[in-house]
Nanobody
């Protein structure tokens, strides 16, 4: 089992920054992928960013490219999402997820999910 705990959410003004953290415990993957997703009220959960352990490749949805950066600290078993130049449309609950493969990493087909952390961006 893998446990994922997100932190770092909060209220920020448009143009501001936040850094989300995802601490992983239990069985940790080193051959699959980890990702960040978000879900706004009344909308489906959507892909934000991900990386693959094997190659270190990163992937982003178009709306966050150039503003968000996914990174990891292997020693701390922690994944980060640095979010800069935040916009009101970034408001959502952000979820960390992990999977054991690198197939369909931009879909919600992940094995493990955290509980989420709220990000609210005011205009």
């Amino acid at each position: 089992q893998v446990q994922l705990v997100e932190s770092g959410g909060g209220l920020v003004q448009a143009g501001g920054s936040l850094r989300l953290s995802c601490a992983a415990s239990g069985r940790t993957f080193r051959s699959g992928a980890m990702g960040w997703f978000r879900q706004a009220p009344g909308k489906e959960r959507e892909f934000v960013a991900a990386f693959t352990w094997s190659s270190g490749s990163t992937y982003y949805t178009d709306s966050v490219k150039g503003r968000f950066t996914i990174s990891r600290d292997n020693a701390k078993n922690t994944v980060y999402l640095q979010m800069n130049n935040l916009k009101p449309e970034d408001t959502a609950i952000y979820y960390c997820a992990a999977k054991s493969t690198t197939v369909r990493i931009t879909s919600t087909a992940y094995n493990y999910w955290g509980q989420g952390t709220q990000v609210t961006v005011s205009s």
